[in-house]
């Protein structure tokens, strides 16, 4: 799943005028001779001044947009930081290059990291990697085909009483709690990614909601009226009148991941989040005198 584009070729000559295409010949540009790839789309840009500007530690010059109406639209900038310190000569992002010609650096381009690079010696303008390993780590997750909390309680076919301790729950899996892991390869780049979740958050349906970072205890009968020790929750009012005489609500996972691409000597983090609906009848305790 492509969630953000990594910008892999910058071409100076001639007058601004940014482009992109995709593989499957989809013109995302005004130029049908740049092309790009699945993982990635090409941004082409031209500079009249006959020579790139900006060097590592500096962002990228912004190129022009020659569209309808003249209205101008920006390149990615980026950044760029020397790696300290330098990866090993096994790294791919050497190239079959040494110390003596240059250095890797770090790239980071408007709307997130985008990788590491080699850059020469004396280089007027640094290239721009081209492949994003966060974004071969995210196609890892997307196989591990993570869902929402399995939730065990609130149970549907339970019955609840206002003012007395919930214990919510759910029940571990690898796909809907974790730990999950998945390796994905694209342009030679192998990445390994693991995902855990590292909370949960309740909508309770009652206008509260509760944030807890386990899976939560369950309940035993030997618990009596005690509340959860990590994870509950007191209705103060029934659920009569509401849809289907019950609380609506939602448990939302975050899923922090971790991945490593150890041949470019380079890794991270990110989130995602998914979802589970569950429902809870709360009903009042009568006395009779």
Not at 245 to 265: F, I, S
């Amino acid at each position: 799943m492509l969630r953000r584009a990594a910008v892999v070729a910058v071409v100076l000559a001639g007058a601004l005028a940014p482009v992109a295409v995709a593989d499957d010949g989809t013109t995302l540009g005004n130029d049908p001779g740049c092309r790009g790839s699945l993982l990635s789309v090409t941004v082409c840009a031209s500079d009249n001044s006959g020579s790139p500007s900006g060097g590592p530690g500096t962002k990228a010059k912004p190129a022009g947009n020659r569209g309808s109406g003249g209205s101008a639209a920006q390149a990615p900038k980026c950044t760029y930081e020397k790696a300290d310190p330098q990866p090993p000569a096994e790294n791919l992002a050497w190239d079959g290059k040494t110390p003596k010609d240059g250095a890797i650096y770090r790239v980071w381009c408007e709307g997130g990291r985008v990788g590491v690079t080699f850059v020469p010696t004396g280089a007027a303008g640094p290239a721009v990697p081209t492949i994003d390993p966060e974004l071969v780590a995210r196609r890892a997750v997307d196989s591990m085909r993570l869902v929402g909390p399995a939730v065990a309680s609130p149970r549907a076919a339970g019955r609840y009483v206002v003012g007395m301790p919930m214990w919510m729950w759910v029940t571990r899996s690898t796909s809907s709690y974790g730990p999950a892991t998945a390796t994905a390869t694209a342009g030679g780049v192998t990445v390994t990614a693991t995902a855990r979740v590292s909370a949960i958050r309740w909508d309770m349906g009652d206008g509260t909601t509760i944030t807890c970072t386990g899976p939560g205890t369950p309940y035993t009968a030997d618990r009596g009226k005690t509340p959860s020790p990590d994870c509950g929750h007191r209705y103060t009012q029934t659920s009569a009148g509401r849809p289907d005489d019950r609380y609506q609500g939602t448990a939302t996972a975050t899923w922090t991941v971790t991945w490593t691409a150890p041949a470019l000597g380079d890794g991270g983090t990110f989130t995602e989040t998914r979802q589970t609906a569950f429902t809870a009848a709360v009903g009042e305790v009568q006395v009779l005198n």
